[in-house]
């Protein structure tokens, strides 16, 4: 049974709350309850957690290594300055997908750049809580899980 | 029944045989009859165009604004170069999905920034032929069409 | 009897329906229309066209050179991406007036520079329909017409 | 009857002395007289300024709030360098247009950003003493002024 | 009764050890006790707290949504690296005052850019300790409480 | 008795009625009493002078020598423009502060440098007419005056 | 028989006639005689296009993929903003020589840079006509053909 | 006796295992053993440490202010971004070393600056392993400590 | 009789007062003082002016036009930010000296490009007083007065 | 009998033996003994030096001004630093061609500016060895030498 | 037996003399008696040499291709401009090692890139005359020779 | 006796040949003659050089630490990029005076930053053969020597 990791970077606990303008609606716990749901239909491992610290993350990603098989992540504002993050994927050697609620390049300048992006295999932005989904969708295809 | 456009950009006829190792093996043609499967299964009318003509796309999105009900687009090269293509979808007011098959964001600084991204819902990179299923996925979400 | 030649670039043949906050309520037709009534009242032959394509505004600018005594033009999107009207500007060498329909800087930041301009002999920008009007003016000044 | 203010900026007193390759050949004396004789023609009143001093120039700005319905400026020097002048045209809400003699957009590099464009109606540049002119003809049209 | 977070930033505990000639000889227990005393007076609830990591101050300000009426901020070494900051102070959408001790735009150029001053009211900087009371005092004026 | 010097930089005299969106409702009318009742209740004589001319304020910077012991200025529009006005406060030797009504670090990106507060003890922006008082405060602190 | 495309870009037809203090007296007629004469010499089937239009010349690089052993290029204009000509080279996977008939790098800063030279073998610039036979002879060292 | 602290930064735990193209095969275990043997024949004390967190590494470096006589440290993925972990060396005044495996002027440009570098006595890199038993043998030399 | 005129630009005045570590101790009373001694010597008229505003400045230059032979001017501050007194120079057309007291290119950053320095014959600084009494000579050769 | 100097650069005599991936396999010896084969054929004398010190090839240059016809230059390293060979090239006023073994546009970003490009005739890259062939043939051409 | 070259680069044999704030007070004789008595108790040969010539330094290095087994080098100056160097070390494919006197990354903006660093294997800076002593020290653990 | 360096840098041994437009018609040899005769007059000694070689010069700089109280330099092209001979004069410690025959500000871009002058006492520009003459009578007044 393969085994995915979803990652959601600092602040997005606020979802549903924090101004919704710019990140839709949906809560997190919303969100966390379809992916589980795609999980348990496509029959793959899910573990999702949530962190606001950076060296969380790059401890999760790292652990990831060799318990893993893919990773989906939305790094949140680290995308736009952790290089720590980075090397951490691209140390860990899993196949890992960038996910971003928002689309972030029609918002600030200094948003649109992406350290994260080179070192994952695609990226997905501007759906909303839809990104995850299809995200999800996209590692199906890369672990060659057939979809329903 | 609603109606959508996929639009091929420049160089993209040479899909399979150009440069396999970035763009992938799979030919447009293959791409193109896989897209019609989905529609066919989601009940939805596909019209599909390649063109390496910048104008004639700019005039096809033109043409859109009262046919189509949402645009799913891979620029190419023009994603870089084309303030056209951008006002022609600004102006169009066409739900529009960008799509890419690699991953722009670890290629060369002048394919890193899209003028076409800030203008449409969102976007899709990375994933090869998958991109375009991932975007017509998430068109029928935008157009609430109910996946299959 | 003198002749002038109007080039309209692209996504111009959507005026009046694209954003008019921006771009004003007025259609091409009616712009249009009015450029033909200044042009019988002053006793000018004017011919208008209207393209999305960079190469026939290339052609047309190009083909100029011998049949027209000056050219006002809207480059619109090409405004700032496109080098080949500004060389067939300066090759044709006949006077050429740059018009906007609005204030392009007051825009974003990447329609903050004209490729064209400095090939022009000048440049009216931010009047909406307007522009037209007092460039068609101009153009009488230029050619040593008199205005009734 | 409407109030026109037009204000000349820094060394266009030198006018007709001063570079005439770049500036023509015209004194600062004959446009204003031509402008007063199109004023009388128009049947509005106009007033007319020329100083080499930023903080004169904004002094005038802030005073025309009340006093004027449209505003002409020629900001010359001060186009690429005075805030100050923009926060006045920006503060007394008066509508406005700049005009510049030469085509600044075919000089040096610092001449090419106005920071005075931004907060102005729209802008007329590279006509000579014409532009003046052909500012005082939209200034009609933006004040709804039947021209002859 | 009104309830106020303030927050110090990474290496502030070192405070009055630290380079002295920049940051003055105040310690940080100075600090926070005239604080303590000034919240006392003013009748407010104050808490106080420091930390070396981004993560935790993140987590804070997300929490202080409902917790808090306003934030004081010294985020030191944050100021210029950290976007999450600056996302967890628009989420939380408390008042927020930067606070810097030393003129941060008379030190190096990296230290002269804030990612947080633009989400925050306004910003108090260069005064030592007396930075920490005059924004106690402005949250004063915000909340619209009494000053003695 | 010590002595202070106000200075209001270019437009501020259009205070209430400039962009209240940016600038606030309350006049300068108003600061200006708000100020004097200040400096009546602190014991220091206080003199307040407006200007749109940089040359004045330089004047002033340089004549405040050896007549103040303190300086506040809002040099507005010339915070990003004006070398005089820096050399002048370097070279006049008077403690100053630097005001701004609005955060300038949350507006367009040529208001987000100062040249100005190199110089300057500290800055206080964002508070509106707080900003004065705050800086009021700051300056009793500076010359060791008991604040009440 | 070995087998050569030769594309000029856009506004090379009005060689001779435009600014021949840049681009020399020669017209385009008089190139592409003493070119097709070289080819006869050299026994080499020579195929010559001009195009004002980037698609075009995109559409001509792509279908010359299984039709030529060798292509030469004057992007002229397009040698600045066209990421697709570059692409379709690099696609197409031809022998490719970019030629210009003047010296681009002492010239406007513009046109100092060229999008298509990293993708040819090499590049031929400032000769005049004398350039294009230049690349007719490095195409035949490049395929290995005698010269006489 | 005198004591010295060696931090590792983010990521490299993973050594060994992670990019041995870039990083070297050895493990950081052996790098420890063999800084721990190098101690004990130059009869110093020794701490290591590895953290992911910025913040425990901030947290370390201020407390090593009186309880060590040198620092080495890598902080890998933080060389690039971290002001925090800058200011926690100057505000700690202990001698210290930067220490980096590759070389990280021959790597991708965002490597190729270090925020860490200024506050340093001096910085080795492009050694692998070695690099960390030059630097401990530089601390020997700064501490004048004889080596054997 | 030549005539000559010596413009110092703002905060000249407090020379001698001013940093003293960087403009040294004389003050502008003293060297005029030798800069009439050296014109009274060289048989020319002299006229000295100082002024803190920039409109007055570009006023005294633009009435120089017929009115003087040579111009030796100390920007100040005007140097890097007034394109009004660069171009009042272009139009004066009289030949005219550029002097600083100070290298400015051992200075500040932003103190090291001159917008005056284009339009003038040439430039001297560095020397203190010495700069203008160097500027007098230079004035004497350009003007081919023989100098004792 | 009309006379050539061929200048090789910086680092040439280690040619066939230094990274022949990018510089060819063919040696130095060999190219100068094929172009003094061509030299012979074509009736013209010809000189070839190669230095690494940027001293002596100015030298060279200043001296060909009275000496040669035409110059042949592979400024190599020295292309993007050295401003002394633009100027002496400039200042010789003899013709020269610049060359370069490896296609530069195609390389790292230092490498794509030439401080010696804009003072020559012409430049061709990329041919290996056949550039300077080229460049000989080029020669005979501005010489008007028949080819054979 | 292996063979090792020093190169000194310009202004080095003022060691001692020259700033000794920023270089220290060692004499390059102290510094070249220390090495060779590290290389006689190491049991390698050195040879050391000092030059003000970029070109000579070339020279040395392209000579060292086939006579000596590493490269020591402080480049100086040469540092940040020389290409030439960086491409000999690149031909030479002998190992290089940087070193510096001082912490260049502490020091003026211009000195902060080096062009040589990409093509050596590491760099060691900031340890005065220690700094050559550490070179040594690796070049001993790239030869494989064992330390005593 | 006080003893002079003057050093011409490279290409001016051209003076009075090269590009007369730019640098006069005056040769080196009547400079040279002309300074002879004013150190003969003011009883100082005086050394004149001349190089291309940019080692030369910085041996010559180097060496005159004990043999010269005053230098005079024209580094020519060397101004733009010799970070070595800045730091000759750095290290040498010799009164130095940098001297340009143009005025190097109005010149290309390029040429219009100096890496020599920052170390320099002052820099006089523009005055061609005359800015040597000036920059003698500076000497003067550095050594103060009195002039007749």
Do not use: W
Request: with cysteine.
């Amino acid at each position: 049974m393969k085994k995915i990791l979803v990652i959601h970077g600092p602040n997005l606990s606020l979802l549903g709350k924090r101004e919704p303008g710019i990140y839709g609606k949906q809560t997190l716990e919303k969100i966390n309850k379809d992916l589980k749901d795609l999980a348990k239909k496509a029959k793959v491992s899910l573990t999702i957690m949530q962190s606001n610290h950076e060296g969380e993350i790059v401890d999760a990603i790292g652990n990831s290594r060799s318990s893993y098989d893919a990773l989906i992540i939305n790094p949140a504002a680290y995308t736009h300055t952790s290089v720590a993050i980075r090397d951490a994927i691209a140390a860990a050697a899993v196949k890992t997908i960038e996910v971003h609620l928002s689309n972030i390049y029609a918002r600030e300048e200094f948003r649109q750049n992406s350290l994260v992006a080179p070192v994952c295999v695609g990226s997905i932005s501007g759906f909303g809580a839809e990104s995850y989904y299809l995200a999800f969708s996209a590692v199906l295809s890369l672990l060659k899980i057939q979809k329903n």
